[in-house]
């Protein structure tokens, strides 16, 4: 049977061999941030076979062009939207990290140009020195070709609501290109109850840390300076969409009583006008089903979230959802291709 949709899968996470190199010298460094539980796990597990190692994610991060490709065919999923996974380069030094991005952008450009119909990307930048990213987020746009960008929450423990990453927010709003702020574990302020129980991790934390996130970008009026500006996060939205109605309210008693700035618009207008969300990790209709009525179905897209969400069953939650063909296409490729400038099939076929 032929493929009804085209498949674009746009949270699909990869990495390079120096990249991995240097996340190994970070889980040896006496680091105490909350990425050493996932980053030792991956890059330098002390139990072989066991936790992290034991779902070989390191392999199919590594490995793009062969099995990743082979199951992509095997499952019907015509894309993947590549983005270096998180913690990205933002626990490097700034040279390193800078370099680092650099070079993981020119090999994600070499993948997406060797093949063009199957693999865009989101392009890596260092927010240790904002005024070099915005000069690699041009370069990764004008000269690579590559579609959008990658940021991992928090870099040091900072926030983009932080006037100092102006440049950057300046460049992907000059450049039309989308930021997808994707989870790493919780900044060290915001560590405390999450060490216990696993909850560092996609279980809670993530959700946590990078839901705060956007809500900080919002409520500082960072949009009525950027109002161009959008923003693409995983997970359902990071829990946002349920929580719009009460952070509208609150913000409006917050804003009149001094403790938010005043802003242009409210919390669930900013949410609405510069946001867009993915389903990654999030398989559940009813779910979706209130994203999708919340937000409208212009502003959802689908996303697997390879290789921490195996592929087949994120193309059977899309495939099954209890939505029109018009929708169902708006979710799996048509949204992609508008917020992340990817040519629609019949362009390149
Ligand atoms: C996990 C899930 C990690 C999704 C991820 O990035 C991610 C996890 C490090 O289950 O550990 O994108
Ligand atoms: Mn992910």
């Not at 990495?15 to 330098?44: F, N, T």
């Amino acid at each position: 049977m032929a493929a009804k949709f085209r498949k674009i899968a746009t949270e699909e996470a990869f990495s390079i061999p120096e990249v991995a190199e240097s996340l190994r010298d970070v889980a040896r460094s006496p680091s105490q941030s909350l990425d050493r539980v996932l980053v030792k796990g991956i890059y330098d597990s002390d139990t072989p076979g066991k936790g992290y190692d034991a779902l070989n994610f390191l392999g199919g991060l590594l490995d793009v062009e062969e099995r990743r490709l082979a199951q992509m065919d095997e499952f019907g999923v015509d894309m993947h939207l590549l983005s270096l996974t998180a913690p990205g380069v933002q626990m490097f030094d700034a040279d390193t990290a800078t370099d680092l991005a650099a070079l993981a952008n020119d090999r994600l450009a070499d993948i997406c140009a060797r093949h063009p119909t199957r693999f865009a990307g989101l392009a890596s930048f260092a927010p240790q020195s904002p005024k070099r990213a915005a000069k690699e987020m041009e370069r990764a746009i004008n000269e690579l070709k590559l579609n959008g960008f990658i940021l991992n929450s928090h870099t040091n423990d900072e926030y983009l609501d932080d006037p100092k990453y102006w440049p950057v927010l300046e460049a992907a709003e000059a450049l039309g290109a989308c930021i997808y702020i994707h989870p790493r574990a919780a900044s060290y302020g915001f560590k405390g109850p999450l060490q216990d129980y696993g909850l560092d991790s996609a279980m809670w934390g993530y959700g946590m840390e990078t839901g705060t996130h956007a809500v900080r970008m919002m409520v500082s009026g960072l949009f009525d300076r950027f109002p161009k500006l959008t923003i693409c996060l995983g997970h359902m939205g990071e829990a946002i969409p349920f929580w719009l109605w009460r952070l509208n309210f609150m913000n409006s008693r917050a804003q009149a009583g001094g403790r938010s700035p005043k802003t242009e618009l409210s919390m669930e207008e900013y949410f609405l006008r510069n946001f867009v969300i993915t389903t990654s990790g999030v398989e559940d209709h009813l779910a979706l089903d209130y994203a999708i009525r919340k937000l409208g179905a212009d502003n959802v897209l689908w996303a697997i979230d390879y290789p921490y969400q195996p592929m087949a069953p994120a193309v059977e939650f899309m495939e099954s959802a209890p939505v029109d063909d018009e929708t169902k296409a708006k979710l799996f490729h048509r949204n992609a291709e508008r917020v992340f400038r990817i040519a629609p099939a019949e362009a390149v076929q």
